[in-house]
């Protein structure tokens, strides 16, 4: 073969072996392991190549950007601009400063979970937020486990595993992410027996769906769809009447679950946990990320018998939550012995009750700054529109707000697709939503607006 010309010599990357041999080669095996280091050359290769550009010191730097990447967590702080104050995929509830405190305390430091302080002797965990439970529902007794999901699970398998369970059939809900009464129904072997229609369901149907097979009425709240037009629902009052005339339970899956009523602070009504236990439920299920304001957590209050039949179910084992929830539900749930400084410590609530006046003057104070970051050929304006709760909560109404709205001067689809995946790749990703054909960034939920005009300037994108 005769020897290559000088352009295909060029084009020749060198070998993996002489770039590891490198000094710069050899330090990132030294911090990131042998491995890892020949993986990265190898795509730094692959990539280079086809750009032509592979002298040994683009290839090694190229290397050593995707090692420091891979250093990097993938679970990141963004900025949700999307409007949905708990945004689930997002990860819902943003906790207080009380909260956060508290759970790092219990990361750090051994902590008495477990150990009755007072006696001496072994405790259970569940006390811990036991009677703040209690003191802010009015229920007699309290259990904690993973979600809501585990908490409807765990009610279902220790009341009515074999026995079934009656539900209108109105609130036969599905929450995303898979959660769907009948099929936790049929994970905690329960038997659903549905009564009323969709649109109505009367006192009698409850009435008449009673059997000698019978372990609970159960009430779902419909959190994410309302049925209106010709539409009829039994109050938890009158079911819990019919459940405890035939010496039965009545079970309550609340959802999102508020802990004081959203019309003191200027929001529409969403049912508090309280006034579902004054009606006569006997258990009552919640979560802790939605309206709560608090970590992960499905809360179940009610009677103590029943709760004691949860806390002896192997699943209440399986589905506990660990000392950091534990901590950062119990820094959650101490803000509410505060009501006058419950919005004010609270994300949730802060940013739900965040006047409109408020973030219209934070978005025109951006618009200038924005503009400028993109350049020319971008269109950055302010936008009235409706932030939504999210997960569940208040479904059906919207907060009014203002957003950024963006947009092409060329108004074309290509560009604006080009910047919202541009601010989804930026250093703390920016998420919003596209609505006619241009970016809108809600700021209910900002406040770093300093690192949000970062984000931009870090861009390069043609409009
Ligand atoms: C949100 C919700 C659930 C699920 O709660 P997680 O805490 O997400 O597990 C169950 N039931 C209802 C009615 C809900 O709104």
């Not at 090692?67 to 949905?84: E, H, I, Q, S, Y």
């Not at 037009?229 to 039994?234: I, K, L, Q, R």
């Not at 939920?445 to 984000?455: E, I, N, S």
Request: charge should be neutral.
């Amino acid at each position: 073969m005769p020897d290559p010309t000088p352009a295909a010599q060029a084009l020749r990357p060198p070998s993996i072996d002489s770039l590891l041999r490198a000094e710069a080669g050899q330090a990132l095996v030294a911090v990131h392991g042998h491995a890892a280091t020949v993986a990265a050359l190898r795509a730094a290769v692959a990539v280079r190549r086809a750009r032509g550009a592979s002298d040994a010191t683009s290839l090694l730097a190229d290397a050593a950007a995707r090692l420091d990447a891979r250093a990097a967590p993938m679970l990141k702080r963004v900025f949700n601009l999307t409007g949905t104050v708990l945004h689930t995929n997002l990860g819902r509830a943003i906790l207080s400063e009380a909260a956060i405190g508290h759970a790092s305390m219990a990361m750090r430091e051994a902590c008495n979970l477990e150990f009755d302080i007072g006696g001496g002797g072994r405790g259970e965990r569940d006390t811990l937020v036991e009677q703040l439970l209690a003191e802010l529902t009015g229920a007699e007794a309290a259990t904690v486990v993973n979600n809501n999901a585990a908490a409807v699970l765990l009610m279902l398998a220790a009341l009515a595993e074999g026995r079934e369970i009656v539900v209108s059939r109105g609130e036969l809900v599905e929450i995303g992410g898979a959660f769907r009464i009948p099929d936790v129904m049929r994970a905690a072997q329960a038997r659903l027996v549905e009564v009323g229609t969709t649109n109505r369901t009367h006192a009698r149907d409850y009435a008449r769906a009673i059997g000698t097979g019978t372990a609970a009425l159960m009430k779902v709240h419909a959190s994410n769809y309302r049925v209106v037009g010709f539409t009829s629902s039994v109050s938890e009052a009158e079911v819990a009447r019919i459940a405890h005339g035939a010496g039965l339970p009545l079970l309550v899956d609340l959802g999102a679950g508020s802990l004081v009523d959203l019309r003191s602070h200027g929001l529409p009504h969403e049912p508090v946990v309280r006034e579902i236990i004054a009606a006569g439920a006997d258990l009552v299920t919640f979560s802790g990320d939605k309206l709560l304001g608090g970590p992960q957590a499905g809360i179940i209050v009610g009677r103590r018998d029943l709760v004691e039949l949860l806390r002896r179910h192997p699943l209440k084992r399986a589905l506990r939550v660990s000392k950091i929830i534990l901590a950062a539900l119990e820094g959650t749930l101490l803000a509410y012995r505060r009501p006058d400084r419950l919005a004010r410590e609270l994300p949730t609530l802060r940013w739900l009750t965040r006047p409109r006046d408020e973030i219209r003057a934070q978005a025109q104070a951006l618009v200038p700054r924005v503009a400028a970051a993109l350049g020319d050929g971008w269109s950055v304006t302010t936008a009235d529109v409706a932030s939504q709760v999210g997960s569940g909560s208040l479904p059906g109404e919207a907060v009014p707000s203002v957003a950024l709205a963006i947009a092409p001067g060329s108004g074309s689809a290509a560009a604006l697709d080009r910047l919202v995946a541009g601010l989804r790749a930026a250093p703390v990703p920016v998420i919003g939503r596209v609505a006619d054909d241009r970016l809108l960034l809600d700021l209910r939920c900002l406040t770093d607006a300093d690192g949000l005009v970062a984000q931009f300037a870090r861009l390069e994108i043609a409009p």
